[in-house]
């Protein structure tokens, strides 16, 4: 079962709870939020394996170019520009489509690779594995894909925050997304969003409540949703010290091992 752990925003936790979800529950760990990668920070290991990975940009043949055009046409993304004698290809928001060397009438445009990050295999007490954006890449999508090309079957994917495209790309083939809040009206607020995004590709989810106890009432909104609530880590400045430090939350242990556990009870995926 591959759980994926998502938030409507960042800080709430979600990387917390993903590291000790994995780290108590003896499961593989996927890092897929390639531009700020940090599960590595929490799971000590070796590097065993890095490997780039790269995608296909376009590349014109200025000699068999007729600048008609058709290029900049099909492109949704507006990643090329015709000028008056030669074609501008922005590799940073191309989106790799081929659509423009698909329907070039002269076949003057090919594709190169241009990498974009690479994946970063670690193994030690658990399994993780961890995407790396490179610097001024504009899309870590891709590289999500390429990482999530290697998740296992029973597995904890950590997610970028928030809920654009990454996310969604992060969630899109989870059998299971745990979605991390905290009690707070801006936390509330992004939550309600994850949840549409969860609920359009039909997900199964529950929630996980961090800093419980402070004083906002999330739970409510979760009650009347009817959203399952996973688990409760209580807000401690000695959970704060611990993560700021690398650390996991041995202490909260069995909390971690009974969210696995409700996961798989409610779950039919094993």
Aim: include cysteine.
């Amino acid at each position: 079962m591959r759980i994926a752990v998502a938030s409507g925003k960042g800080g709430t936790g979600k990387t917390t709870i993903a590291v000790n979800l994995a780290y108590f529950n003896s499961l593989p760990l996927f890092d897929l939020d390639v531009e700020e990668p940090n599960d590595h920070i929490f799971i000590a290991g070796d590097v065993k394996k890095e490997e780039p990975v790269y995608r296909p940009v376009p590349v014109v043949d200025s000699a068999k170019c007729t600048l008609c055009g058709k290029c900049r046409e099909v492109c949704q993304y507006n990643a090329i520009v015709v000028l008056k004698d030669s074609v501008v290809i922005f590799p940073e928001i191309c989106h790799s489509c081929g659509a423009c060397s698909y329907f070039c009438p002269e076949e003057a445009i090919s594709e190169n690779g241009r990498q974009v990050g690479k994946i970063v295999e670690v193994e030690g007490d658990i399994k993780l594995v961890y995407g790396e954006l490179a610097i001024g890449e504009a899309s870590p999508v891709p590289l999500i894909r390429e990482v999530k090309k290697k998740v296992a079957e029973k597995a904890i994917l950590d997610c970028p925050p928030g809920v654009s495209c990454p996310m969604v790309e992060s969630i899109r083939d989870a059998d299971f997304v745990v979605l991390v809040a905290e009690p707070s009206p801006l936390s509330m607020h992004d939550l309600k969003l994850a949840v549409e995004v969860v609920r359009s590709f039909n997900r199964p989810f529950g929630v996980v409540i961090n800093k419980h106890g402070l004083p906002f009432d999330i739970e409510s909104y979760c009650t009347n949703e009817g959203m399952p609530i996973l688990g409760r880590i209580p807000f401690s400045p000695e959970i704060a010290k611990a993560y700021s430090r690398g650390k996991l939350l041995f202490e909260y242990k069995q909390v971690f091992k009974d969210i696995y556990r409700t996961i798989r009870d409610t779950t039919e995926v094993d």
